[in-house]
């Protein structure tokens, strides 16, 4: 990506658009975590979907997709970062207009990891429109989610479990987003199983 392309993403309005969907979206998992539960089925709702917007695989997924999706390496580089910066600004300024205080640790911290969202975007850009690389570079964002998806245990005996299975749902959508042909989703799904093994024994962070 060159300073020229950088600068003629920038002028796109699906980067306005990017924008705005985070900015939309950090307002709704904010006030999705006020809502109080009374007991009825549209209240239980609400709180489930509260709580999955309080777990990164639904934001993981909304990266994929703006991120696959993009004309350009640059433009889905941008669109990416774009979108986690208006999530993170709307959801921690809601926060401060109902509570009071800014929790500048916790936005120091999310802030941080979507100053890297523009690189990661790039292996997902590639991931799908790179002919080659879409053998086998699906299995990191893939495997990324079937981590978050699935507990593992080696030592003291074999197990694995299901954490959640709207992750893996998603782990199965961004398959789809990254599908070619079915020997290329077998190897690319096949390899994901490694990833999410590594993820879970040598991530420094876990969720």
């Not at 959801?91 to 990891?113: C, H, I, M, T």
């Not at 959508?173 to 990833?195: E, G, H, M, T």
Request: glycine share 6%.
């Amino acid at each position: 990506m060159d300073v020229r392309s950088i600068g003629n993403a920038f002028r796109q309005p699906d980067t306005g658009l990017c924008l705005l969907f985070g900015a939309l979206l950090g307002l709704l998992a904010k006030y999705l975590d006020t809502v109080a539960v009374d007991g009825s089925w549209q209240t239980a709702a609400l709180h489930h979907l509260a709580d999955l917007f309080t777990r990164p695989g639904v934001w993981v997924l909304f990266a994929i997709l703006i991120a696959a999706n993009g004309k350009t390496m640059a433009r889905s580089a941008i669109c990416t970062f774009l979108f986690f910066a208006g999530m993170l600004v709307s959801y921690y300024a809601y926060s401060a207009w109902l509570f009071g205080f800014f929790p500048l640790k916790y936005f120091l911290f999310w802030g941080a990891a979507a100053l890297l969202s523009p690189a990661a975007a790039a292996v997902v850009w590639l991931a799908k429109n790179n002919e080659r690389l879409a053998w086998f570079l699906p299995a990191l964002p893939a495997g990324l989610l079937l981590d978050m998806a699935i507990g593992f245990q080696i030592h003291g005996g074999f197990r694995i479990w299901l954490v959640y299975a709207e992750e893996l749902v998603m782990y199965a959508a961004a398959c789809a987003v990254f599908y070619r042909n079915p020997r290329q989703l077998a190897i690319s799904a096949l390899l994901s199983v490694p990833v999410a093994f590594l993820l879970e024994y040598f991530a420094p962070y876990h969720f």
